[in-house]
């Protein structure tokens, strides 16, 4: 007798999405993912791996290639207009869960997690969900293509602008909670940073960071501080970065410079900073993971280490109950508590991050001294 393998369809291929589909398949699910973007998205500035999200590496056998990425920082130097050094914040002054926290850029963290499972599951790039149907046995689902298939499950990890979020929970607005700033990301020439130092320079209402490392080139992180959102399409790149270009505009130190490179970027990011809150992350047989479901923003550097932290407890839930109503309930209560408990530092990070007054800037760097 031929028993049928049960099926998985995951949304979004980024930390959240490929950590799910090795569970998933590790568990004996056939495994879909459909993701926008042609391939996986890259880019992005350093991102920290922490706390269980290393056990979670370790269990599936990718620790040691996140370790041989591990970024050699050496601190944090906080930087007036002139490009003099007002602080110093050496690598294990900066919070840091434990000495194993490792800090590697977004992209190594994506082709590691992508070439673990590329070859084990299947692949819908370039394609996204429209309309999700659900019963007491499955979930039917329409693509943007037009095609069709049915799955036992559908999880979606596509980012805080959710396309499952939005089909099964509702509109993106109720669950957002505007920090009010924003922030984006690029690729600079590697001349304008320190090589293993990141540089960080604040007004009151901007903060310009450049990190480098023994690579050709650095990332930029520009953030701004706004008082109200500021609305634009999520596709219309241009548009994007003239709105990060009028936020800098007349801001001094390597500004003018990171301006100057952004307008070249291929791999350009901006979003709003905010978290996502939800009463639920499951309706039925649809589940959220990782931003989608409760992004922390990132001045708590915990996006990707709750991203692969959920997915495990989730996937993990799934294998060790046969109703999957217990197996959600089990990740909602599991896991509620941690998400909690991590969103609510944000604040903290953002004095940090983005101090609103020249004051409170003079006294951040002094931290450092
Ligand atoms: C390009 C990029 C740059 C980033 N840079 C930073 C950074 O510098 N600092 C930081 O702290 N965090 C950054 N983030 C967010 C960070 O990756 C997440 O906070 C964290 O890693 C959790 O990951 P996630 O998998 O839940 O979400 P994400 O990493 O946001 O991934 C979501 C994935 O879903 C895809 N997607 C979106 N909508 C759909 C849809 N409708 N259908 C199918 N697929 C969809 C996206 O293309 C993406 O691959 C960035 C995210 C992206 C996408």
New binding site residues.
Partial sequence: MTTIRKSVLI?????????MAYWMNHYGYDVTV????RE????????DVRGESLYCAKRMGILDAIRQAKLPTKGLKFMNSRNEVQGIMLVEEIGALSPDDTEIR?DD??NILYAKVKHLVSYKFG???TQLDQNEANVKVTFKDGTTGIYDFVIG????????R?LAFGPEEQFTHFLNFY?S?FTVDGSLGEQNYAHMYNTPDTMATIYFYNIDSA?A?LAFRASHKVIFDRYNVQEQKQIVIDAFAGIGWKVPRLLDALQQAD?F?L?QGCQIKMPAWTRGRVAL?????Y????P??M??T???HGATILADAIAENENYETAFKVYEESFRPVVDQLQATVYDGMSFVLPDTAEKIAARNSLGK
């Fill in positions: 949304s979004g291929a980024s930390i959240a999405g490929l950590t459909v993701e926008i973007g996986p998205r890259r880019g992005g500035s350093p991102i977004r963290l994506v394609n996204r969900i990890a596509d980012g805080i602008h959710s396309g499952v939005k922030f990301v990332d992180l791999n990011y979003d993971i990782g931003d989608a479901g992004a922390p923003a990132f708590t550097g996006g990707s709750l991203a692969m």
